[in-house]
């Protein structure tokens, strides 16, 4: 019997929401949709996509969504998210709680690299949704 690595959560908060560019809902094998979350962070519009930086003097409640993923879904984000070894990485994972409906759930959090939100435009509040669609 093969042993299958355990199933984690990730927040999602840009372009990999319901109906963002990249929504996670249309990748293979599907995530289970848990709930909305909350992290306290600062979101940089970059592009066509957004970056966050957890925590900081400037930060905001950052929503988005939480879902249930295996090993072979994240690591297709790790594609899409451009992960590498080393510095250069364009984002870093992270491991954090993010508060879903009022509960701390440990996640897994795509955070830009600091050196990428230079000259940025912050977006001053926390849903990438409402500031890309407005």
């Known amino acids: 019997m093969m042993h ?3 199933e984690c959560h990730v927040f999602v908060y840009g372009t990999l929401r319901r109906g963002g560019r990249n929504d996670i809902n249309n990748l293979q094998p599907a995530p289970d949709y848990v709930g909305m979350g909350e992290v306290r962070g600062v979101l ?3 592009d066509w996509y957004p970056g966050l930086t957890l925590g900081g003097e400037q930060a905001v409640t950052v929503v988005g969504e939480v879902y249930r993923i295996g090993p072979e879904l994240e690591a297709i984000l790790d594609t899409i998210e451009q992960i590498v070894p080393g510095a250069d990485s364009e984002y870093f994972k992270r491991e954090v709680d993010v508060q879903v409906e009022g ?5 897994l959090v795509y955070e830009i ?3 990428r939100v230079r000259d ?3 977006i001053g509040h926390g849903d990438w949704i409402v500031f890309h669609t407005t």
């Open 4 to 6: 299958q690595a355990p």
């Open 120 to 122: 940025r435009q912050v």
């Open 44 to 46: 940089y519009h970059i």
């Open 113 to 115: 690299n600091p050196a």
């Open 103 to 107: 509960r701390p759930l440990s996640c």
